[in-house]
């Protein structure tokens, strides 16, 4: 018997990126939906994430967190789906994925917070700037039609998630590759199952509340 795979994760939360990652493979699982009202900092989840955080999934006695981690694990887990990197793929697999879970991340959170770096202080940011940032993740994604070469892979479900959510959230500068390379990599069945059950999570929180 395969091991059990449960999705721990709320609709209103990152755990929308790991939801398509997991619809992507195809394979079964099940969810738990964390309340952030206290479940999520509850005993019994602190087991799984001592961080009281979503998302986290569990594979048999494998606990998988971070976002990133789950997007790979899970690529590497079921090589069927075939969202893991070729050999020539890994090194923009592997850039452009830690790239958006690092300097991506980080400048757009800094500034969305009101957190600018001081230009004589930028070398010690780590992503230098905000601009620089924006600069470089269009170069990536204009380059190739998907972000590691000409296939869809596991790191588009990453880099796609960050766009998508900074462009709807306004965190992300709205350039024309930007738009594009979402475009591309959300017109797929996995991503439209994946949102449409986190849209009927959230309306059932709702309902409850």
């Not at 939906?33 to 900092?41: E, L, S, T, V």
């Not at 694990?73 to 452009?96: I, M």
Request: charged share 20%; hydrophobic share 40%; aromatic share 12%.
């Amino acid at each position: 018997m395969a091991d059990e795979l449960v999705f721990y994760t709320n609709p209103m939360s990152r755990g929308r990126i790991a939801r398509w990652m997991l619809e992507e493979t195809g394979v079964p699982y099940t969810s738990e939906i964390m309340g952030f009202d206290g479940a999520i900092k509850a005993p019994d989840y602190l087991a799984v994430n001592p961080m009281g955080k979503v998302p986290a999934i569990r594979h048999g006695k494998t606990i998988v967190t971070e976002c990133a981690a789950i997007c790979a694990y899970l690529a590497e887990t079921f090589p069927d789906a075939r969202l893991a990197p070729l050999p020539e793929e890994r090194g923009s697999y592997y850039r452009w994925m830690f790239f958006a879970a690092g300097p991506l991340e980080a400048a757009v959170t800094n500034r969305a917070l009101g957190f600018q770096t001081p230009p004589d202080k930028s070398r010690m940011a780590g992503y230098g700037s905000y601009a620089d940032v924006m600069d470089t993740l269009e170069k990536a994604v204009s380059t190739t039609p998907f972000i590691a070469g000409n296939r869809f892979t596991a790191a588009d479900v990453y880099v796609g998630s960050h766009i998508g959510w900074g462009l709807g959230f306004g965190t992300i500068d709205k350039r024309p590759a930007f738009a594009d390379y979402l475009a591309r990599v959300t017109d797929r069945p996995g991503y439209k199952s994946a949102n449409a059950l986190d849209d009927e999570a959230m309306m059932a929180m709702r309902e409850r509340a």
